[in-house]
């Protein structure tokens, strides 16, 4: 059962069953402390809801506040009179304007409900008010520790700077993460007609301006609080760090950064002054728990959890499962681990969204050589939460027109246009990701690998790799490694290419050459994943002598003059066995911790001749083995690499050496940069969600200009559109969905209902061009009813 309806149906039926909390002490009169007190008073009269506040009542900072439909609905069930007086205040809109080379870019479809901050505590001040709610203005609470002695709970909603979570900081183990930029809160007295998004380029760097109404027009009656006779809008104003400080912002009062602003947006403000209202510049932060409660002491909204842009809407959204859970739970205990269970991974989404919009606008200075429609996508669909496909249904005319402008023909989705590299066009932009398989023998790939690779080949995609084919025996991960190092290698790898092309037409065939390094002579994957192999293992060699997993790897000997000579050369001759071989293409393994990543990293180059030291040291091997390698590769055939563009460890690589790393790359003739990231020591700490890895793509790609291959968890055809049509990268490599479904990319093409040249199916499988049907769900309908039925509406209810 949802939360709200829990509530909504505990508050219907009165007072029954076991009550819990019957005593509650809530720490800040904020949105969520106040909220949660109404709804735990609302639920059950007879308990005892206490609310202390420090400042005044209904003090806030800011402006205004954004809801959406689904919180909103959560709020109408809980508490129908909470909800009707917000609906009397709100602002709607569904429009975004976004301002690009002097033109306004509209999207609509996208339903917005404002009120001022102000508007919101004066109503919750009211109902607790009307429900018995004790509360304490202007009194800062007890300790949370003494609450708790005469208390059954203690809910914590003192904000992002929580004095409980600091406190007891040994027991929530807060983390707290910094970024790039810093932003004011401003309001515009007159009322925006849509939500804007502007830029401003000064001398000093971009800022950017966020605006929307709050407050409506007064149509003559007397102004509101807080706002004049035209309304009201909040305007944040937005700026990476060091724009900030060079453009003196730094140094300004509230008032005095109030003026530049409103000249730096003149137009979007129609030449209005800006006012504050105990407004500063804030640096961005993000604030995560590892626990949310300690005994009947429990955090709320940013004490929990913090990430800019939603912090009113997660503490609403949290007091409503709070208030939920102590109704379906026998103890205080079990509700509290409930509403951490149900909520956790709510805000963790919702914190991934934000730390991916976060990215984006510290990187915005990077967007702006886009033409105007597609930043204005890029923009809308920078959090992954609004896709291609979900933007096209808000407003079609708008993704039309941003398809049109990318030069796309009519009806053909994003990831079914070719692209070429060097001298090879690939039909479309699809790649199957290298997947290690562990089935070759003795380096030899065999029917396995044809079966295999001509699956995925026949399945769509405009460009097939290979799992890493080793260029030595004791370059191999696993005994069952494939290799390209002796003459029977090269013969099974042309007979794969030779069924691909001539199976699938079209279809180009990559090559993942590597060298296994420290991570090798280890079992096969089922069999123990980097587990050293119980016998037979051979020597490992690496850029120094480090083991990938202390204690339990092999300690590798670190490569001298020779060594280095003889695998460059063993590279040299497994890419002219590629070629031999039949390959369109040659990427070259530079990621992952195997032996050229070990070189490119920090944590695993401790070197002290010309191959360590800073960057340019560690890049040099690396970049000679590409140098050798592109000299006997075919002249028009294209060469990428793969990079891990983040150790996620400290001290390793970072998203800027990534830079560096793939502009020395490119520099040396790589046609594209295949950006995975990690797997490079053994106590990574990955981020780890959906398209976690893209922003690293997009990174390299629009502040270098090369084109790039993404990587990391891309699974739905609607990503893969969303991040080509955004121009975050050029291809997209699924590995695992490619492993569920090797005809992913043609069952794409039929759900979208595209037929073109991009994605042609062979011969043999045209009768499978569309999906068969599903049983009896997918029967027609009778019809039931005497009155004829709307289009789109559901049929056979009686009305």
């Known amino acids: 059962m949802p939360a709200s309806a829990a509530v909504s149906a505990a508050a219907a039926s009165g007072p029954s069953g076991r009550t819990v909390a019957v005593r509650v002490a809530v720490i800040g009169g904020g949105p969520g402390g106040l909220y949660v007190a109404a709804l735990l008073k609302r639920l059950r009269p007879e308990r005892e809801v206490s609310v202390w506040e420090r400042g005044e009542p209904r003090t806030t900072f800011g402006f205004g506040v954004v809801f959406s439909d689904e919180t909103l609905g959560g709020v109408e069930h809980a508490d129908p009179v909470v909800y009707r007086e917000l609906s009397a205040e709100f602002v709607r809109w569904d429009t975004i304007d976004v301002v690009r080379g002097g033109r306004v870019l509209t999207c609509g479809g996208h339903g917005f409900a404002a009120l001022g901050r102000h508007r919101l505590l004066e109503i919750l001040y009211r109902r607790c008010r009307s429900l018995g709610v004790r509360l304490h203005p202007r009194t800062p609470a007890p300790p949370a520790a003494e609450l708790a002695r005469d208390h059954d709970l203690v809910s914590a909603a003192d904000g992002v700077h929580s004095t409980t979570r600091a406190a007891h900081a040994d027991v929530f183990a807060p983390r707290i993460t910094a970024h790039r930029c810093r932003c004011i809160w ?77 000249g730096l947006f003149a137009d979007a403000l129609g030449g209005r002054p800006l006012r504050g209202n105990a407004s500063r510049w804030m640096a961005f932060h993000t604030v995560t728990n590892k626990r949310w409660s300690h005994g009947p002491i429990v955090l709320l909204g940013d004490a929990a959890h913090f990430s800019i842009g939603s912090g009113t809407k997660l503490a609403v959204e949290d007091a409503l ?88 023909p009519p009806h053909t989705p994003p990831m079914f246009a070719p692209l070429t590299l060097r001298g090879l066009t690939l039909r479309n932009r699809i790649v199957v990701s290298p997947m290690d398989m562990y089935s070759a023998e003795a380096g030899t790939p065999g029917d396995f690998h044809v079966a295999h690779i001509g699956a995925r080949a026949l399945g769509g995609a405009g460009l097939v790799m290979t799992e890493m084919v080793c260029v030595s025996p004791t370059g191999r991960i696993t005994p069952g490694c494939p290799g390209l190092y002796a003459a029977k290698h090269e013969a099974a790898w042309r007979r794969i290419t030779g069924f691909a092309h001539a199976a ?43 083991p990938y ?120 003739g790589a046609d594209a940069i295949d950006v995975s990231t990690g797997q490079v020591v053994a106590h990574e700490k990955p981020e780890v969600g959906r398209s976690y890895q893209t922003p690293f793509a997009d990174r390299i790609r629009n502040e270098l200009g090369v084109p790039v291959i993404a990587v990391g968890a891309i699974s739905s055809w609607d990503d893969v559109n969303s991040l080509l049509l955004a121009g975050r990268t050029d291809l997209c490599a699924l590995a695992r969905p490619h492993l569920y479904d090797p005809h992913w990319t043609l069952h794409a093409a039929a759900e979208q209902g595209y037929e073109g040249p991009c994605a042609p199916r062979p011969a043999p499988y045209r009768a499978g061009s569309r999906k068969p049907p599903a049983g009896r769900a997918d029967e027609p309908r009778p019809r039931l009813t005497l009155r004829a039925t709307a289009p789109g509406a559901p049929r056979g209810r009686t009305r």
């Open 186 to 262: 401003l309001a515009a007295d007159f009322a925006l007609d849509a939500f804007r998004f502007e830029v401003a380029e000064t001398e000093h760097g971009v800022l950017q301006l966020h605006g929307y109404p709050y407050a409506r027009p007064c149509d003559g009656g007397a102004p509101g609080v807080g706002h004049g006779a035209e309304g009201a809008s909040t305007i944040i104003v937005e700026a990476r760090e060091e724009v900030w400080r060079a453009a003196g912002l730094d140094r300004c009062a509230e008032a005095d950064s109030a003026r530049p602003c409103a």
């Open 321 to 408: 499962v709070l208030a939920a859970c102590l109704e379906e739970h026998p103890t205080v205990e079990r509700a509290l681990a409930a509403y951490e269970s149900e909520r956790r991974p709510v805000v963790a989404s919702t914190q991934r969204a934000a730390r991916a919009s976060l990215g984006w606008f510290e990187d915005l200075a990077h967007y702006l050589r886009q033409p105007p429609r597609q930043f204005a996508f890029n923009l809308l669909t920078r959090s992954r939460r609004v896709t291609h496909e979900n933007l096209r249904l808000r407003d079609a005319r708008f993704v039309a027109d941003v398809e049109r402008e990318a030069w796309l």
């Open 504 to 546: 699938s037409p079209g279809v180009a065939m990559a090559v993942q050459l590597g060298h296994s390094s420290r991570k090798g002579s280890t079992r096969l994957m089922w069999e123990g994943i980097d587990d050293p192999l119980p016998s037979g293992n051979w020597p490992l060699v690496a850029a120094s002598p480090l």
């Open 549 to 668: 997993r202390p204690g339990v790897s092999q300690v590798p000997r670190e490569l001298d003059a020779a060594g280095l000579a003889e695998i460059r050369e063993q590279f040299v001759s497994a890419a002219r066995s590629a070629a031999r071989a039949g390959f369109d293409l040659l990427e070259l393994h530079c990621a992952h911790g195997y032996l050229l990543s070990g070189f490119l990293s920090p944590l695993t180059n401790r070197r002290t001749d010309g191959y360590g030291g800073d960057l340019a040291g560690r890049l040099r091997y690396p970049l000679e083995v590409f140098d050798a390698v592109r000299a006997v590769w075919p002249a028009n055939a294209p060469m990428t690499v793969r990079v891990s563009a983040t150790d996620w460890a400290a001290g390793g690589t970072t998203v800027d050496d990534a830079v560096a790393i793939a502009a020395a790359f490119a520099a040396h």
